[in-house]
Nanobody, 115 residues
Framework: QVQLVESGGGLVQPGGSLRLACAAGGPIVRIDTLGWFRQVPGRQRELVASITYNRTNYADSVKGRFTIHVDNAKIPKMMYLQMNDVKHEDAAVYYC????????WGPGTQVTVSS
């Protein structure tokens, strides 16, 4: 089955940038639709960015600051989230999954925003 592993999180200052990566291993020929979710304690995971056949969609809270990108040339297939102008409210654990949450969740990657 497809295994999703997130990486790239860390500490970033407000206004800074970070790039998250999602490796999709296992029986997957190409990433056609996948997304980035984030979760803070006590709240449900929210979908912040998704890509479907190269069409992207963003939550209003990240629009203009985050960019989602897929690289199907790599093995394993990779998806990225470029986070620019990071804000305190972007702090969360970030996960990748299909928008309908079809796959098992990976471990996530923690993004901490602090000056």
């Amino acid at each position: 089955q497809v295994q999703l592993v997130e990486s790239g999180g860390g500490l970033v200052q407000p206004g800074g940038s970070l790039r998250l990566a999602c490796a999709a291993g296992g029986p997957i020929v190409r990433i056609d639709t996948l997304g980035w979710f984030r979760q803070v304690p006590g709240r449900q995971r929210e979908l912040v960015a998704s890509i479907t056949y190269n069409r992207t969609n963003y939550a209003d809270s990240v629009k203009g600051r985050f960019t989602i990108h897929v690289d199907n040339a790599k093995i394993p297939k990779m998806m990225y989230l470029q986070m620019n102008d990071v804000k305190h409210e972007d702090a969360a654990v970030y996960y990748c999954n299909s928008p309908d949450q079809y796959y098992n969740w990976g471990p996530g990657t923690q993004v901490t925003v602090s000056s």
